[in-house]
């Protein structure tokens, strides 16, 4: 069955570095999201991203997170100067065209931020 | 603001009997609601789903009920085995021009079968 890969499964950082955090969605999937989960809370919507563009974006996604989908396959979460509040699992989504619901998530990135 | 309740963080149900799992949602404009299940180190997994036009879903041992008017669903799963162990999330959605929305996800729910 197709999966969503994510990379590593596990970052430890330094508060103020930068981090990326990698995906390769479904070949087929043109839908790609990043979610994430901070420890014992529910799973929030970060970002939506369709045709090579933001499609929607949520109040968390400020202007230290960015999204890149630089060579057709990879698709990068990007945050340039983590804070400690950004520890959580970040999970990368896909889902293919007509197919409305029912995302495919990666097994996730654990990032911790120290 | 909790859009997507549950309010049972754990519950525990005997091998072989029936797991309730409830979601209360507060925004109307959702309609179409999932479950998915979730295992440690793992994503969630899509289990099952309902547009806001039915009041009921079935794929085998799992079932979802709607009730609009009570902006209620419930998971049903019978007979409970202990590979249904894991944290079990309600999401909701509302359908858009671009058709695929975010979804927003409740708490979660810690279901533990006993053998």
């Known amino acids: 069955e197709p999966e969503v890969t994510q990379t590593p499964s596990h970052q430890v950082t330094q508060m103020g570095q930068e981090v990326i955090l990698r995906c390769v969605p479904i070949s087929n999937h043109l839908y790609f999201y990043w979610y994430r989960q901070i420890l014992g809370q529910k799973v929030e919507f970060l970002v939506s991203?369709?045709?090579?563009?933001?499609?929607?974006k949520s109040e968390i996604f400020d202007d230290q997170f960015s999204v890149e989908r630089p060579d057709g396959s990879n698709f990068t979460l990007k945050i340039r100067s983590t804070k400690l509040e950004d520890s959580a699992m970040y999970f990368c989504?896909?889902?293919?065209?007509?197919?409305?619901?029912?995302?495919?998530f990666g097994s996730g990135t654990r990032l911790t931020v120290v | 603001d909790q859009q997507v309740k549950q309010n049972s963080p754990s519950l525990s149900v005997q091998e072989g009997r029936i797991s309730i799992l409830n979601c209360d949602y507060t925004?109307?404009?959702?309609?179409?609601f999932l479950w998915y299940k979730k295992y440690p180190a793992e994503g969630p997994t899509f289990l099952i789903s309902?547009?806001?036009?039915?009041d009921k879903n079935e794929d085998g041992r799992f079932t979802v009920f709607l009730n609009k008017s009570a902006k209620h669903l419930s998971l049903h799963i019978v007979p409970s085995q202990p590979g249904d162990s894991a944290v079990y999330f309600c999401?909701?959605?509302?359908?858009?021009?671009?058709?695929?929305?975010?979804?927003?996800f409740g708490t979660g729910t810690r279901l533990t079968i006993i053998p």
């Open positions: 309902i547009s806001s036009i039915k």
């Open positions: 989504a896909s889902i293919a065209p007509g197919q409305l619901y029912g995302y495919t």
């Open positions: 925004n109307s404009m959702f309609d179409y």
């Open positions: 999401a909701a959605s509302s359908i858009s021009n671009f058709g695929n929305e975010k979804l927003t």
């Open positions: 991203f369709y045709n090579n563009e933001i499609s929607e």
